[in-house]
């Protein structure tokens, strides 16, 4: 009956030892439904960010100030399902908004290409777009305009996977020229902007409107925060020399 008893209790523990064993084999597996979770912070402009904003994507004569402006980071996904930390620079009354956006587009598991301050592009829209990288700020001009300032100049829109998400004129002017296989919205794309996906969807939650909706020029990759008095409803002409006059 003992020897019966002791047989019992080793059959126990060694079935206990291998379940465990498994278990602890399957946890030490790289998953990629495995996430970290989500996180954001939100920061004033370093001096060192500053200046290598300055003649870039920020130089006097800007509608806002430096000072007003907030670096953001966020976590994000890419194509691959990789996790990584994206920055954005916009202005700080839509910073708190920004974190909770990408909160939402996180969890929905939507991915972004890539996501770093525009100055690393030396200010340049078209080569931050072809490298489909989104971006807030960036002091310059509005699409096809000699002496208006974009809203991204306020630091109140960011542009998302452009390269999948063009500009399209009513003449067909694509931008970036890269983009023109995605003129197709009706592709199987991840990263595709449509208008009731996650991303979209989590925009217009906190008030931002989406350039895919304009019955004109579509701009498939921007989106806009509305409710703001800081673009003045007759701004002022102005045509700095340092202002990129690209989309």
């Not at 890419?78 to 974190?99: I, P, R």
């Not at 340049?124 to 305009?145: E, I, P, V, W, Y």
């Not at 969807?201 to 020029?217: D, I, K």
Request: proline share 8%.
């Amino acid at each position: 009956m003992i020897l019966r008893s002791s047989c019992f209790f080793i059959l126990v523990v060694l079935l206990f030892v291998l379940v465990s064993a498994s278990v602890l084999a399957e946890d030490s597996k790289p998953s990629s439904n495995r996430l970290p979770p989500y996180e954001s912070s939100i920061q004033p402009l370093s001096k060192a960010m500053m200046q290598k904003m300055a003649g870039r994507s920020w130089h006097e004569g800007c509608p806002v100030p430096r000072s007003d402006l907030r670096l953001v980071r966020v976590r994000a996904i890419n194509l691959e399902g990789q996790s990584y930390l994206g920055e954005l620079v916009v202005h700080h009354l839509v910073a708190k908004d920004v974190t909770r956006i990408f909160k939402r587009i996180y969890k929905a598991r939507f991915p972004i290409a890539s996501m770093r301050p525009i100055s690393e592009f030396q200010g340049d829209d078209q080569k931050s777009m072809k490298a489909n990288n989104s971006s807030g700020f960036n002091c310059r001009l509005k699409t096809s305009h000699k002496d208006t300032f974009s809203s991204h100049a306020y630091g109140i829109a960011i542009d998302i996977n452009p390269l999948w998400n063009p500009y399209i004129s009513t003449k067909g002017v694509v931008k970036p020229a890269e983009a023109q296989a995605f003129t197709d919205r009706s592709l199987a794309q991840p990263g595709l902007i449509t208008r009731n996906d996650p991303l979209r969807l989590a925009f217009r939650h906190f008030n931002w409107q989406w350039g895919g909706l304009w019955h004109r020029n579509r701009d498939y990759q921007h989106f806009m925060k509305k409710g703001l008095d800081l673009i003045p409803k007759d701004p002022p002409l102005t045509t700095p020399a340092a202002t990129p006059t690209t989309p």
